[in-house]
């Protein structure tokens, strides 16, 4: 049992989520290395691209929502990666990144993930009470959290907009896995508590706008960097186990 373990898709993907984990604090020290970055653009996506592949061969077809969900995360992360929503550039203050189509692109499906997780734990078997409370109290957490880092911080413009426009969907993530909550979670619950940290901590790495230059920065940006992907490839794994909550 546990040698099959070894040949298993599974097996095969924690390894090339700990080769991506190495190669993205390789990245962060050496940001000038060319080949880190698209070691990094390719490992990342992959990592999506990977478990949506085990999703499809452990239930020998395309089941949809967890299928959805890593499918439209891996195409995100082809555009999003390597830009300054995921990770501070080295030589960049945040007021002179620019923010390229692609990118905008991407994080637009970011948040349309996040609003669709958020809907299907608000929709499965929840009452108009728990729906409309949980909304209330995750938006009011999450405006508590994003406006406090805004004024603290101070962005630029558009740093600012972009941060406010994201947790929208934040928001809505965060009351799908609060009515889950109080109806007794679920493997999607679960998912969408570590996205919800996960992404949180993004926004305010990115309306923060730390700099690296320093030597208490690079320690802090290097704290954001771990948790997050620590969150992210755990959020992976859960997904991976998937079952929807739904007949399809």
Sequence with gaps: MKSSFFI????????????????????????????????????TPLLLFFALMIVIIKSGGFPFIPSVILLAMGIGELGIEGSSAVQANEAEKPSETGTSPIV????????????????????????????????????????????????????????RTQTILYAIGLAVLFAGALADLRRGITTLGIAACLLTLSDTLVLIRMASGIPKGTPRGFKIQLAFLVVILILYYVYMGVLIQIKSPFPF
Aim: glycine content about 6%.
């Design 8 to 43: 298993s898709p599974h097996f095969f993907w924690i390894l090339l989520a700990a080769f991506n984990f190495i190669i993205q604090l390789a990245y962060f020290h050496n940001e000038r290395k060319q080949g880190l970055f698209i070691a990094k653009k390719i490992t």
């Design 104 to 159: 905008i692109l991407s994080g637009v499906l970011f948040l349309l993930v996040n609003i669709f997780i958020g809907a299907v734990l608000l929709m499965n078997k929840a009452q108009p009470m728990i729906i409309i409370t949980s909304l209330v109290i995750g938006g009011i957490i999450i405006a508590f959290i994003v406006f406090g880092t805004i004024k603290t911080f101070s962005p630029p413009k558009d740093i």
